[in-house]
């Protein structure tokens, strides 16, 4: 799909505020409701626009300790890998989880607990029981400095 000026500023607005209204959003680019209406609608019917949702703040739910954790497979067949990525998708403590290379890791995980009790409970009794995890390395996030979820739209 070919983006114009009009689609990319509607992909950078509703980046930032996905709760706007189509009105809103069309006075803002400069275009009327309803060919403004037809593009968000083209967007995600070409899935440029995968969904909406909420920001939440984790430590404000309690979840103060987020970790990465780096996870070594025993083997490397599609096999071993689709079990281990159906597995974790049911782990709702873990944020993201992406295959990885140039690591001693085959994936890295964002997670996010209550405490230390909760991190080791999710790691003894989840993560640790997928067939073929053979190794884990865990980092602790001190800080979080940049946190995006905005795309850069050129």
């Known amino acids: 799909m070919k983006l114009d000026r009009f689609d990319k500023a509607i992909l950078s607005i509703l980046q930032t505020d996905g709760h706007i209204s189509n009105q809103e959003l069309a006075d803002r680019i ?49 096999e071993r890998f689709a079990n281990f990525e159906s597995s974790i998708t049911q782990i709702p403590e873990v944020l993201e989880c992406m295959l990885i290379t140039g690591q001693q890791s085959d994936y890295l995980l964002k997670v996010v607990v209550k405490d230390m009790d909760d991190y080791q409970h999710l790691l003894l009794h989840k993560i640790t029981k997928i067939a073929g995890v053979t190794g884990v390395h865990t980092s602790f996030v001190l800080r979080n400095v940049v946190a995006r979820a905005k795309v850069p739209v050129d």
């Open 30 to 78: 400069g275009l009327s409701p309803a060919p403004c209406l037809r593009r968000v609608k083209a967007l995600e019917q070409a899935g440029l626009i995968l969904g909406y949702q909420a920001l939440v703040d984790a430590k404000k739910l309690g979840l103060s300790l987020m970790a990465l954790i780096g996870i070594s497979m025993d083997q490397h067949t599609p």
